[in-house]
């Protein structure tokens, strides 16, 4: 295992619903990451947090709120979702954002959702 | 248009035989390249980092070429396995010496028995 869990597995939801994803790493890393990968498509960066503030909002739609309450948990919280955000939801963690180019990521094993 | 670009076909190999993937990009100048594994159904685990200075890290059965010139890297595994099996996914930095890198969409490598 990587260090990093995420909770739930698996998520079916309706276009109504709100739900959130967890995201725990037990690496004592500084920096957290919320990633969306769809079938065909590159791992799309979402959100990106460093000692618990958000440094990298990639365009993404307002019904994806991310939490990051410490250094060691990240919630995305969904709302109102449409069926083309069906897709694994991947959180990774790293050391840190100091700019080491040495750093790399270590993901969960994902969320995948389908919005019905 | 800046891309990063994997083969979108899957490899399908011999046991015991070199694999070899590809990643090329157009017009990028990255500080660094990285190779991921991925599993069906699971979350990318870090293989291998080459820095632009380097030109080959090898790691086990794994080696990674890293061709500034050619804006390629090349991703070997020799004496494949079945377990080899998976999608492999390089990622680089987009913006020259940032810690965030950029993924392309993989390659599946199926090793055959």
């Known amino acids: 295992e990587t260090g990093v869990t995420q909770t739930p597995r698996h998520l079916v939801m309706g276009m109504t619903n709100k739900k959130s994803l967890k995201c725990e790493q037990h690496?004592?890393?500084?920096?957290m990451y919320w990633y969306k990968q769809s079938a065909k498509k590159p791992l799309e960066l979402m959100f990106v947090?460093?000692?618990?503030?958000?440094?990298e909002n990639n365009s993404v739609p307002s019904r994806f709120s991310p939490e990051c309450p410490n250094s060691s948990h990240l919630f995305l919280h969904l709302h109102t979702l449409q069926p083309e955000d069906s897709a694994l939801y991947l959180c990774?963690?790293?050391?840190?954002?100091?700019?080491?180019?040495?750093?790399?990521?270590?993901f969960g094993p994902g969320t995948r959702l389908t919005v019905l | 248009s800046q891309k990063i670009e994997q083969n979108s076909e899957a490899l399908n190999i011999q046991e015991g035989k070199t694999a070899t993937l590809t990643c090329n990009y157009t017009?990028?100048?990255?500080?660094?390249l990285q190779w991921y594994r991925q599993d069906p159904g699971r979350g990318p685990v870090f293989l291998l980092l080459?820095?632009?200075?380097?030109k080959e890290k090898r790691k086990e059965r794994l080696k990674v070429t890293f061709d500034t010139t050619l804006k390629q890297s090349l991703f070997h595994i020799t004496a494949s396995q079945p377990a080899d099996s998976a999608t492999y996914l390089c990622?680089?930095?987009?913006?020259?010496?940032?810690?965030?890198?950029?993924f392309g969409r993989g390659t599946s490598l199926i090793v055959h028995p």
């Open positions: 080459i820095r632009e200075n380097e």
């Open positions: 017009n990028y100048s990255p500080a660094y």
């Open positions: 990774a963690s790293s050391q840190d954002t100091s700019g080491s180019l040495t750093d790399t990521q270590y």
């Open positions: 947090y460093s000692l618990e503030e958000r440094v």
């Open positions: 690496l004592g890393h500084n920096a």
């Open positions: 990622a680089l930095d987009v913006s020259g010496g940032s810690y965030i890198p950029t």
